[in-house]
């Protein structure tokens, strides 16, 4: 994983924010949304039902946008229980 990747796996990671390493793929990182417990991290659903909390207008927890714009990256929706990272 490169260096600044790798930065923000750690910074989330610290934050206890559920992200996982998968080899082999495409992006860097995952952050699943379907470890919501004491923090909504991400819902795909708030997309549709409007956001609340801490999240944005895509489901995703705003500290989650933040540490990934500050070390260029960006995440998208794979499917409704995983985000994918990326370069921005």
């Not at 949304?33 to 995703?60: I, Q, R």
């Amino acid at each position: 994983m490169e260096r600044h990747a790798s930065n923000a796996f750690n910074t989330l990671k610290k934050m206890g924010a559920p992200v996982f390493i998968h080899e082999g793929e495409s992006y860097y990182f995952v952050i699943s949304a379907e470890e919501n417990y004491d923090t909504v991290w991400a819902d795909y659903y708030a997309m549709t039902d409007g956001s609340y909390g801490d999240l944005c207008d895509f489901g995703v927890n705003e500290s989650i946008n933040k540490v990934l714009n500050d070390n260029g990256l960006f995440c998208e929706w794979q499917n409704p229980g995983v985000l994918a990272v990326y370069d921005a």
